[in-house]
Each structure stands twice: as C-alpha cells, then as structure tokens.
C-alpha cells in the first residue's frame, strides 16, 4: 500500500500517528525449500519465494547459525536485516491443465525489484515499549492446508486492485471489499496480498513446535489500536505485516480460464481457494538495530539510526535455486511443483 495513503487513512481513522517502518526488499530466490516447517528437506513440500539475508537455506537452525553474520548480502532496503521473509507462489493454471507463475512487481513508491513489502508496526501506543525479537525468533502464520475462510486469521487477505496505480485507495489492510479467498474476477491492477502476524510473545520460546504457540493476538482490542497482550504472552514485538504485489495481469484473458467460470489461481501448495494463505518469518537483524529502529519511532524506507543501501544493491543480492527445477516462470509446467499425482483442492 502506498504509506501516504495508509498515514492519511490511519489519521482519519484514531487520532494518533502510528509509526511504521515501511521498506522493500527484493527477491532473493524462489525455491522448494522451508527451514521452519521442512527443516534440512530438499526438496520441501511446496514452492516458495523469499526475500532477505542471502544465509537462507534448507536448514537454519537456531544457535547454530545466526543470519547477520552468516549472510553476506540481503535483499532489503534496510542493509542490517539479514531476516528471512517467505510465502507460498501463486500459480495460473490454463484451461488446458498447464501452470504458469504469476510474477510479482515492487509495491507503489519502491525501487527494489519483484520481492515484498515488509512493515514493522509499531502501533498507537506511542509511549509503548516494544520489543525487538531475540536472535533464533522465528513464526508462521497462516496455515498452507486450511482450505476453510473461518480460519483464516484476520489479517491475512486480498485485494483485487483495479489498476497499478492502486487507486482509488481501498482503504486499511483486510478492510473494505478485500477477501480471504483469490479475487473472483480479473483485476487490472493485479492483487495486493497482505499477510500480518500477531503481535504479542511468551517472552520465552523462540520458536514452538507448531511455529504458533509462542505468539498470540492481543486479548482485547487490536495491536493497531492499543490491545493489551494477553498474561500468557505479554511482551508486546513489533507487527510485522507484509504485502505482496502479484501482477496477474497477463492472465487476464478470460478465454484461458475454466470453461465453467470457477477461479484458475493456485497457491503453490495446491490450494485452489486461497484460504491457504501462509507467511513464514525468521528473525536476522543485526545487534541492536531493530530495537534501535522501534525505540527512536523509525519510519518509512529511511531512518537515521538505521543503514540503508542503494535500491540496486538490495536488487543485486540474490541466492541461486538449491531444488533445482522449472518453476515455472517462461515455461508452463504439467503440475505445480511438487504436487505432481497430489490432486489440487
Ligand atoms: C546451505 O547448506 C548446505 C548444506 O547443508 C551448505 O553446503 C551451504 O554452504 C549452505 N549455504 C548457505 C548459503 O549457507
Ligand atoms: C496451454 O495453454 C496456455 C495458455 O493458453 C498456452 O500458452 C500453452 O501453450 C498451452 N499448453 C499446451 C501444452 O497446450
């Protein structure tokens, strides 16, 4: 989303100015692998693309490798977070059974190349102490099998914007007419896919077997909004929200979609509703720098007490494919990767 529009609308909306840290990064790789859910598998179970420190691998575990001095480059604006950011791919799947990826574009305002948009929401609570995650800190939210809209959490959505200059603006995150299901028609701006994670921790885990527990929504209210975090994990962390601009628009032609009107999209897990909606991330900041950015209200792409890189600098770091396989990006493919015999749902 474009940061003057959020800002205005976020004003309009409660009285305090909210900070938030607002930056691009660039793709690093798309690849098959996942070292929060698939740890050391090669491939994982389904495709995904990943912005950040080029250290991320098939297997990252906590303790022993620590990505700010592990990664040499990063794909973010913000030359000190060498954390990883990751989502599933979204697939088109022709009237003919074939599957072709739909690319991503920068988000209005940026100068990095395809990639995301991440956000560290400090929220309302101006005076609020929020802590940075500690070294090994990693999460998931979402959940790739959920094929139900209940259960999707509710800052996790789509946006079908009309055109690439998103506008008219519709308004804050998962407000308005977005959906937890893929657009249902063609969209001449692409989608705006956000994805944002809870805001509060036990203090205590890193991480927790289901990559979930450890992390929690406030009890009351919305981070957003001054919520209080509930006793059970009551240090507040930054939110992080990401969005990602997938650009649809070369499979707009409605004479390659099913005969029979129903939606030709495909997250990479086979996930044909988009309920499947996921974003994984793993903790990579360098010392002190992301306590440094909440402390002094850093916003934006550009922040005193953070080091920021030239646009093509983050754009140049990138990290070769280690499942080395079509994905699908020239080239249509039979199934989507690593589904093939897995009947798409
Ligand atoms: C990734 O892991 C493999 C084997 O586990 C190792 O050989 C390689 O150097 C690692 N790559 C990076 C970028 O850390
Ligand atoms: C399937 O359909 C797509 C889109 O119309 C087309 O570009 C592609 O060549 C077709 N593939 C086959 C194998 O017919």
Redesign the pocket.
């Known amino acids: 989303m474009h940061l003057k529009a959020f800002v205005a609308v976020a004003a309009a909306q409660l009285a305090t100015a909210q900070e938030l840290m607002r930056f691009g990064c660039s793709q690093l790789t798309i690849d098959r692998i996942d070292p929060l859910v698939n740890p050391?598998s090669l491939p994982s179970a389904h495709m995904h693309q990943v912005i950040g420190g080029?250290?991320?691998?098939?297997?990252?575990t906590p303790g022993s490798?620590d990505p700010s001095t592990?990664?040499t480059c990063t794909s973010c604006t913000y030359s000190e977070d060498f954390s990883n950011y990751w989502t599933a791919n979204i697939y088109f799947k022709a009237r003919n059974g074939s599957f072709k990826r739909v690319p991503q574009v920068a988000n209005l305002g940026l100068g990095v190349q395809a990639g995301m948009t991440v956000y560290y929401i400090r929220g309302y609570q101006a005076s609020a102490k929020v802590n940075a995650f500690k070294p090994g800190f990693r999460m998931l939210v979402g959940d790739p099998s959920n094929r139900v809209a209940a259960k999707v959490p509710s800052g996790l959505c789509f946006r079908c914007e009309s055109n690439m200059q998103q506008s008219p603006f519709g308004g804050a995150p998962c407000t308005g007419a977005d959906t937890k299901n893929f657009p249902k028609s063609t969209c001449g701006g692409g989608w705006r896919v956000t994805v944002t994670f809870p805001s509060c921790w036990d203090g205590k885990n890193l991480d927790t077997p289901d990559h979930k527990s450890h992390i929690s929504y406030p009890s009351s209210g919305t981070f957003e909004s001054g919520g209080a975090c509930p006793s059970t994990h009551p240090v507040k962390i930054p939110q992080i929200m990401y969005e990602i601009m997938f650009d649809t628009r070369e499979f707009n032609n409605k004479a390659d979609w099913p005969a029979d009107g129903s939606q030709p999209f495909y997250w990479s897990q086979g996930d044909n509703t988009g309920y499947g909606i996921h974003g994984d991330y793993l903790f990579g900041w360098k010392g002190d720098a992301l306590q440094k950015a909440m402390d002094t209200k850093c916003a934006g792409d550009n922040c005193k007490a953070l080091q920021r890189q030239a646009d093509a600098k983050a754009i140049a770091c990138t990290?070769s494919q280690?499942a080395r396989e079509d994905i699908g990006t020239s080239k249509w493919l039979t199934s989507l990767p690593g589904q093939a015999g897995m009947a798409p749902m």
């Open positions: 050391g080029n250290s991320f691998n098939a297997s990252m490798l592990a990664a990290k280690s």
